[in-house]
Every structure is written in C-alpha cells, then in structure tokens.
C-alpha cells in the first residue's frame, strides 16, 4: 500500500508543481497589480524604431507619408529594483491618445470615441507582459489609423495617458512631433506633383527622363508608363521610375511565367545625380528577371 501511494505522489508532482506555479504567478500578478495602482515608477514613451533594427537615426524623424500607416511603438522602463508583471487587455481602456494639430485636439473617430466611453477593460484576449527593472521594453503598436480619421498634411504633436488597471494612476509619456507630408511619389495614377518640382529638381527630373528616352534597353518611353518618385540629400538628387506594367505583371505572375511571355514588360529605372552639375552617380536598370 505505502509502494502504491509512492507511485502516485511522484506521478502528481507535475500536476502539483505546476499547479504550484500558477497559484505563486497568480499571487504575483495580484500584488503587481495594486502596485500597479500607482504606477509612477514605469516610465512610458513612444518610439519611432526598435533600437535593435539598426536603421539610419535620420530615419527615425523623417516625415510619414500621407495615405500611409502613421504607428508608433509603446515603451516601457520599469524604474523599481523588483520585476513587474501585468495583463494588458483592451488597448481603449489603457491608452487615452491626445493627438493636436495647431493647436486643435484631433477627435477620436466616431466609433472609436463610444468604445473608449464604454471603458470596457477585459473585451479582448489579454497579453502577459512583465516589466524587468531599468530594462526598456517594447509593450506595442500605436497604430493612429486605429484612433482617428485618415491624417491631413501637416505637423503633429502626441502624447498617451496610460493606466494598467481600473482605478489606476495615469501615467503621461513625454509628447513626440512628427509630420505627416506628401511623400517621394511625383507621378501616379493619382498623383501629379511634378510642377510643383522647384529649378534644381525640374532640371534633375529632366535629365533623368531624357536618359531613361534615350536608353534603346528599357522598352517603355511614355512618361504615363510609370509611377515615379523623386528624393534628395544634401549632395544629390535622386529620381525613380517604376514600371507600372512590371508591378501588374508580378502581382500574378513569377519569373518562370516570363520566360515565355510575348507581351512587354517594363524596367524600373534609378538615378543619382549630382546637385553641382547633374551629371549621373549612380543608374541602375531593373529588368524584369
């Protein structure tokens, strides 16, 4: 009989364990979350880039382009000596967005502005997240077409209230500017920004143009052949011409599909050109395959 009750205690100890666990994890989250009550020892902010993605800073304050995801990531540093753990649920329940714009409040979208009066906390899946001290860690996306309407040109100032529980504290992050602009696209089937190119940039665009005429390999010479995106630094100029039959071509077919097609395909042109004298720094063709 005692050999018996062996065997089963020591096949219950998982099940004990990890029940253990769950009971310990619970009485953690429990006391994380009346500290988390007043949370003025977690620092929140808002990031453009993951500082692991290594991307150029000049990147990083750029402008966003209109008619793109406008999104920005959560950030939070716990400043305690303790590790923290939270449930995060319903992003309208923990975040209150203040977006301005000269001055003037930008609304919630109207949809948006019931769910964030409802102030439902649990109407979604939760996400377990823990806090480690003086670790920076990345919590989530702000996604504004979220939150508001489709974002006219101009400059922007946000900032986010952040709560972890009901009846919590705020928390303020610091306020980050940005702005929203027309973009790199000068030609499209939309779009038609070319006579608002200033001299350098018309006589930039001119250059490049005539090359790509000029050049017996690329197929395609109408300037309605292509969406064409004009950029530049402080050295150069740079104009970019992609082909619009090529991008049709490619959202159904492959590579293997052109090796016997008949109909034509165009080339993606790129030019680098330098701001002193025009004069071409860098021309790539792109061929279809």
Known sequence: MNILRMIITIAL?????????????????????????????????????????????ADVNKPFTQGRKVYFRLIMTNTS???IDSLLNNPYFHNRLELTKDGRIVPYRKDIAEIVAADNEFDRHPKF???????????????LSDWYEPLSLGKYQ???????????????????????????????????RIDKLNQAQRKA???ALNALIKDIRI??????????????????????FHS?????????KSCEDFKNQTEVVGWDA????????????VTVFGPPC
Do not use: C, H
């Open 129 to 143: 997240i823990q806090l480690k001290p003086n670790e920076p860690t990345y919590v989530s996306v702000i996604d």
């Open 13 to 57: 100890l998982p099940i004990l364990a990890q029940l253990s666990f769950g009971q310990e994890k619970l009485r953690k989250w429990e006391e994380d979350s009346s500290l988390l009550k007043y949370p003025q020892f977690i620092r929140v902010e808002f990031a453009r880039r993951l500082p692991e993605l290594n991307e150029d800073p």
């Open 244 to 252: 619009r039959s090529r991008r049709r071509y490619f959202e159904t």
């Open 205 to 207: 665009f001119s250059v």
């Open 158 to 192: 946000l900032r986010d209230r952040f709560r972890f529980v009901q009846s919590g504290e705020w928390v303020e992050t610091p306020v980050v500017m940005f702005e929203v602009d027309e973009g790199p696209v000068i030609y499209d089937e939309r779009t038609n």
């Open 270 to 281: 790129y030019y680098r050109l330098r701001k002193s004298d025009y004069s071409f720094l």
């Open 81 to 83: 000596a303790e590790p």
């Open 219 to 240: 197929p395609e010479k109408k300037l309605e052949a292509y969406d064409i995106e004009f950029m530049e630094d402080a050295e150069t100029l740079i104009v970019y």
